[in-house]
């Protein structure tokens, strides 16, 4: 059974930083690619960093781009979101997502192309 769980959520002043942690089980990065997405209340869930598989590359939507940095740990199953130089507006519900499908540039960010998804991490982000 493919499970996802993020961790690492919670307050934080402007300017601070956070590590989220997105531990999984039940397949291996070798053959799925990895996105963080986050939802603010009233908005719609937007992509926010991928990896792909296998190569590794990895992407940001444009308004994190320099401030997060995703990284995979094989050994550990788990994929991390560094996230610093935090804003008011990076506040939000950040969830993880999985899948073996292939991702086409247009797709990297779309939550229907995400078969598996964690339960969410809060972050808040005060100013």
């Known amino acids: 059974e493919v499970q996802l769980v993020e961790s690492g959520g919670g307050l934080v002043q402007a300017g601070g930083s956070l590590r989220l942690s997105c531990a999984a089980s039940g397949f291996t990065f070798d053959d799925y690619a990895i996105g963080w997405f986050r939802q603010a209340p009233g908005k719609e869930r937007e992509g926010v960093s991928c990896i792909s598989s296998p190569i590794g590359s990895t992407y940001y939507t444009d308004s994190v781009k320099g401030r997060f940095t995703i990284s995979v740990d094989n050994a550990k199953n788990t994929v991390y979101l560094q996230m610093n130089s935090l804003k008011p507006e990076d506040t939000a519900v950040y969830y993880c997502?999985?899948?073996?499908?292939?991702?086409?540039?247009?797709?990297?960010?779309?939550?229907?192309?995400?078969?598996?998804w964690g339960q969410g991490t809060q972050v808040t982000v005060s100013s």
């Open positions: 997502a999985a899948t073996n499908g292939l991702l086409r540039r247009w797709e990297r960010f779309a939550p229907y192309k995400y078969d598996y």
